[in-house]
Structure formats: structure tokens, C-alpha cells
């Protein structure tokens, strides 16, 4: 990372400014994507185990260094995305964000999941 880059960004045109904080939101929600897939792959094989992690939480905080909050909503969206995939596919077109899966995650079903996702588009 630049040290200096917000000597960079303040050279930024208006418009180039306001275009490249919309790449760089849709970068984000792509890479959030990959991680959220990516831990749900290592969960599901236990490498945090095998890493030496009693949970995905510590694996979260203490080798990905992230937040608690941040920890805990990957691991939430991972597990819900695990069942329903197409929860990936809203996250990268930003039709849903990681505290609605958070809200709705865990009371999605088979029988729901279409209707409850569909309610909490954008929300």
C-alpha cells in the first residue's frame, strides 16, 4: 500500500474520482466473495484444525487478522452461502450485503431461502 496515496487520490478529476470508488466498491465485493468461498472450503475440510484452531473465529482473528465483527459475518455469510450458493452471487452484485445475510442466514430453508433472499434484495 502507498503511503502516500491520498496525495494521489487528491489528484484525482472529480470524475475519476467517482469512477474509480465504484471499480474499487465492485473490486471489494468480489474479493469478499472469494474469501467468503474460500473460508467455507477450509471450513468444511477443517483446516483450521489442522492449522491448530479450535473455530473458525480464531482462525479469522488470528491468522486473517480480522475484526471480530468482520470474523464473525464471513463465517456467518460462508456457512449460509455453503447451503444456498446463490447467496454468492447476490453479495457480488451487491443486491445483498454481508449484515443481511447475517440477519436472514440462519433462518433460511429449502423451502424459504427463494422468497426470504428475494424480500431482503437491497435492504
Known amino acids: 500500500m502507498q503511503t ?16 474509480e470508488v465504484k471499480r ?9 466473495v472469494e474469501l467468503i468461498a ?22 479469522c482473528r488470528q491468522v486473517l487478522l480480522l475484526s471480530e465483527h468482520a470474523a464473525y ?8 452461502a455453503r447451503k444456498f450458493p446463490i447467496i454468492l452471487e447476490m453479495l457480488a452484485e451487491g443486491s445483498l450485503n ?6 436472514v442466514g440462519r433462518h433460511l430453508t429449502r423451502d424459504n431461502y427463494r422468497e426470504v433472499l428475494a424480500a431482503a434484495k437491497a435492504r
Open 4 to 19: 502516500n496515496i491520498l496525495s494521489t487520490v487528491a489528484r484525482l478529476s472529480d470524475r475519476h474520482l467517482l469512477d
Open 24 to 32: 474499487l466498491a465492485a473490486r471489494e465485493r468480489d474479493v469478499t
Open 38 to 59: 474460500h473460508l467455507a472450503e477450509v471450513e468444511e475440510r477443517g483446516l483450521h484444525h489442522a492449522e491448530g484452531f479450535d473455530s473458525m473465529f480464531l482462525y
Open 73 to 80: 459475518g464471513r463465517i456467518e455469510a460462508a456457512r449460509a
Open 98 to 103: 454481508l449484515t443481511t445475510v447475517g440477519l
